[in-house]
Structure formats: C-alpha cells, structure tokens
C-alpha cells in the first residue's frame, strides 16, 4: 500500500493592521509604541513598497515615553505603502533618543524606513530601497526632516 503525501502549502506572510510594542528603554523610562495600516484612501500616487495599487498604506504612528507622547505628522508616513508591521523594533540611545524602524513593500519594492527621535522630537525619516535598473541593483537611501 503506498500513500501520497498531501501537497503542502506555502507559509505566507499573515497582514498585521496595529502593532504595538510596550517596554522598558535602556535608562528604566516606559515606552509605548504604536504603529497602524489601513485600506488606501487614494490607489494612485507615489508610494514607496508599490508598484501598482497598494494593498495597505501606513495610516498612524505614536511613540509614547515617559516624558513624551509624539504623534508623526502625516507626511512622515502617508507615502508607505504594504508595510510589514511584525517587523517592527525600536531601539534606545540615551534618555528621549530612540530609532523606530520596520519593512515593507512586495517583492521588489520592498523598503525599510526609519525614525529618529531626539529630545522626545521626531527629527528625521530615512527610507531605504533598491533602484532596479538595466541589470545592476543601486541602494537608495531618502532622508526626511521634521
């Protein structure tokens, strides 16, 4: 008697709609951070993680310390598309000082940004991707300052 094996199916990456993470920072203050998606409000536009319509866009962030709520202004993420929110970290440098960082994008768009906090200040986003081109891949790193 022989027995087929049943065809297994591919694991895939589940979508995340929220993500927060609650912690203790290096120097023993809380922090809170949350991140959302949502369904897009426009389908056409300049996205980075999309090539055509997104299938999610990053639609909030807040970053809560003990001494801080900091809400990013739309601008700092409104541009993001498929992110990968169970990429999502945060690390410490000092008292108020923190980088956000996560993924996104499918295939080959996919993107990493992230976020420097300084003084309980959003100061800056980067946005790094590879440009395909004729045959040779280039990293492409994009800065915002807030």
Not at 22 to 32: I, R, V
Not at 97 to 110: I, P, S, V, W, Y
């Amino acid at each position: 008697m022989v027995f087929a094996a049943p065809a297994l199916a591919q694991w895939q990456v589940v979508t995340l709609n929220r993500v927060t993470l609650e912690g203790t920072l290096k120097d023993g203050g809380a922090f809170e951070v949350r991140v959302e998606s949502d369904t897009p409000k426009q389908t056409s536009g300049e996205f980075f993680g999309a090539t055509d319509s997104p299938t999610s866009v990053v639609s909030g962030i807040i970053v809560k310390t003990s001494g801080a709520r900091i809400a990013f202004p739309k601008q700092a993420f409104v541009d993001l598309a498929n992110p990968l929110l169970q990429t999502t970290s945060i690390t410490s440098q000092g008292s108020g000082n923190l980088k956000l960082r996560f993924t996104g994008g499918e295939g080959a768009t996919n993107y990493e940004v992230e976020y420097f906090i300084e003084g309980n200040r959003l100061v800056r986003r980067t946005v790094s991707y590879f440009e395909r081109g004729t045959g040779q891949k280039d990293r492409v790193i994009k800065t915002m300052t807030f």
